[in-house]
């Protein structure tokens, strides 16, 4: 019997999926995970101690505008991959949207300013451990994630393993901000940038073993 003709006998007595089931799935694997994502920034590094008269001023926001598009687009992406037909669409190359947005604002407040200070704004004080906080928070999401992924039906399974680690990356880097107190556009266009693409490279790596059905 042809591939074909097996999954069309077996579709034969299949039902309709209920509405937004592959988003409600994929909605509770984000939520579990960021729930203890959140509880273990809190327990382990802790929230920043200015956070309320931080939250007055645009860079502390601009971060967290970042984080929050670059999520969105990724539940966009991997919403599509999670099913077997699934493609990217759009949302694949809009990730670049906010790298651009975020890139051009580093670059104007580099523009022109001395050495030292420009190299403060990339380093600040806290880039030995930036991406790698990023990566540890991102753990319980991506785990979250993963599950959700398993109960559905990718077929492009590294590229919804990517999907998948850039979601739980911009998720935790989003937490993260709550703890970091770098504000600098050229510090989070490189150092948030990178824990999010490692998280994705791991899902990329991860995704064909662990997402296999």
Not at 36 to 52: K, N, Q
Not at 175 to 183: K, L, M, P, R
Request: glycine fraction near 10%.
């Amino acid at each position: 019997m042809k591939t074909e003709d097996l999954i069309a006998a077996l579709a034969v007595d299949c039902a309709p999926a209920p509405s937004r089931t592959v988003s409600r799935t994929l909605g509770l694997g984000l939520a579990l995970g960021a729930v203890l994502s959140v509880a273990v920034m809190v327990l382990w590094l802790g929230v920043r101690a200015d956070l309320m008269s931080a939250m007055s001023s645009g860079p502390f926001w601009m971060k967290f505008a970042y984080a929050l598009s670059v999520a969105a687009l990724g539940f966009g992406l991997i919403e599509r991959l999670a099913r077997p037909d699934g493609e990217g669409g759009i949302f694949g190359p809009m990730l670049l949207a906010p790298l651009a947005v975020m890139t051009a604002l580093a670059i104007y407040q580099l523009w022109g300013v001395p050495e030292e200070v420009r190299m403060s704004l990339m380093l600040g004080a806290t880039y030995k451990i930036c991406a790698l906080n990023i990566v540890m928070l991102s753990t319980p999401i991506f785990l979250g994630l993963f599950w959700a992924l398993r109960a559905l039906a990718p077929t492009r399974l590294t590229l919804a393993g990517a999907a998948a680690g850039v979601l739980a990356g911009a998720a935790g880097t989003f937490i993260y901000a709550f703890h970091c107190n770098e504000s600098a556009a050229p510090f989070v266009v490189i150092w948030y940038t990178l824990g999010i693409a490692a998280v994705g490279t791991i899902g990329a790596l991860l995704g064909r073993s662990l997402l296999r059905w």
